[in-house]
C-alpha cells in the first residue's frame, strides 16, 4: 500500500532538506528511520517522495511524504511518533499508489519579518503587486528547465508580538522566491526601493535585477493541501502548537 504522512521540523537543527553524504539533513533522517524501523527497503524500490524541499534552515509545519510500504498505517505511525525531537509525525493516510506528493492543490508558506520602523500598509500596498500570475524570473533562483511563470493567489499580512507574518499562498513556487519577495519588501520599506522599480522588475524581464535574498530561518512551510484530509494523532494541534512555539522563540534572538 502507499503511506502519506504528515510531519513538521525545525529547519534549523538540520543542514537542509534534501538527503546529502555525511550531513545531517531532514529527509536523510527520515529515510534512515523508516529503513530501520522496516518500513521500507529503499527509497527507489518504495517510491519514496517529497512535497517540498525546503531550503537549509526553512522548517515545516505541514510537509508531506509518500512511500510505498507492506505495514498498515497504523502500525507505520506507531513506529514513527514521538521518535525524534525535531521531527513531528502527527498525520498519516492510506493514498492511491499513483500519489505525488510534489502535486498539491495549494502551499502556504510564512515568513516571520522581524519589527523595525515598518509600516503595516506600506508592507501591504508593496506585497500586493506580487498577487496574481507573474513572470518572476527577477524574483527567484530560476533552473533551466522550470517555468519562471507563477501564480501567487494571495498574500496575508497579520501584525504580532515581534513580527510581520507574511503568509504566501500557492500552488507552487520558484527556488528563493518567497525570500526574494520579501527582501525587495524590506528594501522598499528602507526606502531602498521604490514601488515603481519592483513592478518594473516584476512586469520587464528585459531588466536584470537583484534585490538580494532574505535569511532562510525565519521561512517557514505552514500546509501542504491536497483534496483528502489526514487522519490526525489525537491531540495533534497541542503538540504543532509547542513545535511551533520553539522555532519562533528561536527567531525573537
Excluded at 498539491?104 to 508592507?123: H, S, T
Excluded at 527582501?183 to 522598499?188: D, G, H, T, Y
Aim: aromatic share 14%; with cysteine; charged share 30%.
Amino acid at each position: 500500500m502507499r503511506i502519506a504522512l504528515k510531519f513538521a521540523y525545525n529547519g534549523m537543527e538540520f543542514q537542509g532538506y534534501a538527503r546529502q553524504p555525511k550531513l545531517k539533513t531532514i529527509e536523510g533522517e527520515i529515510i534512515d528511520l523508516l529503513i530501520q524501523n522496516n518500513i521500507i527497503k529503499d527509497v527507489k524500490e518504495s517510491k519514496f517522495r517529497s512535497a517540498s524541499r525546503t531550503d537549509k534552515g526553512v522548517s515545516a509545519l505541514g510537509n508531506v511524504i509518500a512511500f510505498n510500504t507492506l505495514l498498515t498505517k497504523n502500525f507505520v505511525f506507531k513506529k514513527l511518533k514521538n521518535n525524534k525531537e525535531d521531527i513531528l509525525f502527527y498525520g498519516i493516510k492510506n493514498v492511491e499508489q499513483d500519489f505525488y506528493p510534489r502535486y498539491a492543490e495549494l502551499r502556504v508558506y510564512r515568513y516571520y519579518l522581524k519589527k523595525q520602523d515598518f509600516d503595516f500598509d506600506k508592507i501591504i500596498d508593496i506585497a500586493s503587486v506580487f498577487v496574481g500570475e507573474h513572470n518572476f524570473s527577477n524574483f527567484a533562483r530560476v533552473e533551466s528547465d522550470k517555468n519562471p511563470i507563477r501564480t501567487i493567489e494571495n498574500i496575508v499580512l497579520t501584525e504580532k508580538d515581534y513580527f510581520f507574518n507574511i503568509d504566501f499562498y500557492a500552488q507552487t513556487f520558484l527556488w528563493h522566491q518567497i525570500r526574494r519577495i520579501i527582501s525587495a519588501i524590506e528594501k522598499f520599506c528602507n526606502e531602498k526601493l521604490t514601488k515603481k522599480q519592483i513592478e518594473e522588475a516584476l512586469n520587464n524581464q528585459n531588466i536584470k535585477v537583484d534585490y538580494g535574498l532574505a535569511p532562510a530561518e525565519p521561512l517557514i512551510l505552514k500546509d501542504v493541501v491536497y483534496d483528502f484530509e489526514f487522519d490526525y494523532e489525537k491531540n495533534y494541534l497541542k503538540k504543532l502548537k509547542e513545535f511551533k512555539k520553539k522555532i519562533v522563540l528561536s527567531l525573537q534572538n
